[in-house]
């Protein structure tokens, strides 16, 4: 599975300001931005996230996701520690 289809399939099935994936066979990172992040606990935001991907995940195509959910709010302050210019 490419990154593209990736961020297709995110972007498709949540309203997302921003998103950035990286990945290496089936092992893949997401950053994701949206104001549906707002008010959702840790889990909750990694279940948006997983849910569009259910497929791929239990057909192996991903098998590890590691996944970093942010409000525009909170990206403005955690990118600085995260994507360092």
């Known amino acids: 599975m490419q990154t593209d289809e990736i961020e297709t399939l995110l972007r498709q099935?949540?309203?997302?300001t921003e998103l950035y994936v990286k990945g290496e066979g089936s092992h893949y990172q997401v950053i994701a931005v949206g104001e549906i992040f707002a008010g959702a606990s840790r889990v909750k935001k990694?279940?948006?996230i997983y849910a569009p991907l259910s497929?791929?995940?239990?057909d192996g195509s991903i098998h590890a996701l590691?996944?970093?959910a942010f409000?525009?709010?909170?990206?403005?302050?955690?990118?600085?520690?995260?994507?360092?210019?």
């Open 71 to 85: 409000t525009p709010e909170q990206w403005r302050t955690e990118r600085k520690f995260i994507m360092p210019e």
């Open 55 to 58: 497929a791929q995940i239990a």
């Open 66 to 68: 590691t996944i970093k």
């Open 46 to 48: 990694q279940q948006m």
């Open 13 to 16: 099935a949540l309203e997302l």
